[in-house]
């Protein structure tokens, strides 16, 4: 396992004043089906969750008890969704986006500095700092990871009850072969991504 994130870049921030750093990550931004979720985290300053890591490198199990421990002790969390119907209407980075922004207006709080992950937030009226890896780097973008990765996954097991024979409720929307297979046989659902394009191809051919 990767090198465990800490606190060094919530700290940077702290010793400036700034008390609430929001970190934010999204889920969901590969798959062909399903929504996009983004989640913004905020603790007290040196509050720390031993085990949080990036949501990839954790078990399922892990990942629902730890996601426990983030909404006990965060003093604000938000969510975004972005839906397929946005997704396919302004491409899934733009939706991306909206997720992320959506995240942060959810916060019960005004974070004084944002740390995200990978790239900045188009759009957001805040300051804002983009740490590559920053899931593996930073805590609260860290935590931001696993309540984003909790909420889609528990929504797409919502989802898979709603449209059965696809598989969400094992590989959450991804292109795994399975997944390939039964898009391919019952065609696409109305939450899969029209603008990506195995579901684009799969609407275009004609059946017999």
């Given at each position: 396992m990767s090198k465990r994130p800490d606190l060094r870049y919530e700290r940077r921030l702290w010793k400036l004043g700034i008390d609430a750093?929001?970190?934010?990550?999204?889920?969901g931004v590969g798959p062909m089906a399903g929504p996009v979720v983004a989640a913004a985290v905020v603790f007290a300053p040196e509050i720390f969750i031993s085990g949080v890591h990036d949501s990839k490198q954790l078990?399922?199990?892990?990942?629902?008890?730890l996601f426990t421990s983030i909404r006990d002790r965060a003093i604000a969390v938000g969510v975004g969704i972005a839906e397929v119907n946005e997704i396919d209407r302004l491409n899934i980075y733009w939706?991306?986006?909206?997720a992320s922004r959506r995240?942060?207006?959810?916060?019960?709080?005004a974070p004084g500095h944002v740390l995200v992950d990978g790239r900045l937030i188009?759009?957001?009226q805040l300051p804002q700092t983009r740490i590559v890896g920053g899931d593996r780097k930073s805590f609260c973008i860290a935590a931001a990871s696993i309540v984003a990765k909790v909420t889609r996954d528990?929504?797409?097991?919502?989802?898979?009850?709603i449209y059965p024979g696809y598989g969400f409720a094992q590989h959450k929307g991804y292109c795994t072969s399975e997944h390939m297979q039964s898009l391919a046989k019952l065609g696409p659902s109305p939450i899969h991504r029209r603008s990506f394009w195995p579901v684009a191809a799969c609407a275009q051919r004609p059946l017999f």
């Open positions: 750093v929001a970190g934010v990550d999204e889920a078990t399922h199990e892990r990942r629902e008890e939706a991306t986006m909206s995240a942060l207006s959810a916060l019960n709080l188009a759009g957001l528990r929504m797409m097991v919502d989802l898979d009850a």
